[in-house]
């Protein structure tokens, strides 16, 4: 499926979602290659590598959950569904796309209430659904074990989180900070999802068949070469 945004809203957050996903790969094969010569050309190593790459697989994994909601890339089992009428399948597919929507809303709410105590800031109360604020400890002077932080950074989030005092290691505010952006990009598409199929624009909202279509490549090719 080819994913066209039907507003500058939605380009946009199509264009930082895209760059941010091409960014972290070449970033992760910048940092690993680097690592391998370091270690295996030079007997070093960069000690901040691992963590700075298992960061930077986090949110790969995290952005690309709602980039495959995006493409309707996520697998789905609908064997049943097929065998049902249209406008069965759209109410199911409404039914299902609504489900997405609150499972997408208490993740957000549970990577709100994660992050929030790293900036100083409250997390929700209520065990599912948001009910209010409740006063917690700051959490925003924990910092990272390998990742030194930046000197430019420094001053802006020392004074802004830490009370002025200077981090020595990145604050931990800045890589758990994908938490609620990837949980709130990931409602988002569903959202979105949710709309296409009420339009009428797709039934479901999984809708990728990719196990089938590389039998049925293979099945091709096979006959081919027969």
């Not at 598409?189 to 279509?213: K, N, T």
Request: proline share 4%; net charge negative; with cysteine.
């Amino acid at each position: 499926m080819h994913y066209q945004p039907r507003s500058a809203l939605g380009r946009a957050i199509n264009t930082i979602e895209e760059t941010l996903i091409a960014v972290i790969l070449g970033l992760m094969t910048l940092i690993t290659f680097a690592n391998v010569i370091a270690r295996y050309g030079f007997n070093s190593n960069i000690l901040w590598a691992l963590e700075m790459t298992s960061f930077l697989f986090a949110w790969l994994v995290l952005l690309g959950a709602s980039y495959g909601v995006k493409v309707t890339a996520h697998l789905g089992v609908d064997a049943v569904v097929n065998m049902l009428g249209h406008g069965a399948r759209r109410i199911l597919g409404l039914i299902a796309a609504g489900l997405c929507v609150v499972y997408a809303f208490l993740l957000l709410k549970g990577g709100w209430d994660y992050w929030a105590p790293f900036v100083d800031l409250q997390p929700t109360s209520g065990r599912f659904f948001p009910t209010g604020f409740e006063s917690v400890r700051g959490q925003a002077w924990y910092e990272v074990n390998d990742i030194d932080m930046p000197a430019f950074l420094n001053p802006l989030f020392s004074n802004i989180f830490n009370y002025g005092e200077p981090y020595e290691k990145l604050p931990r505010l800045i890589p758990y900070a994908i938490l609620p952006f990837s949980m709130a990009l990931l409602l988002w598409r569903f959202i979105e999802a949710f709309l296409r199929v009420w339009r009428g624009d797709q039934e479901m909202i999984i809708a990728s068949h990719e196990a089938e279509e590389l039998v049925e490549e293979a099945a091709a090719k096979a006959d081919k070469d027969g």
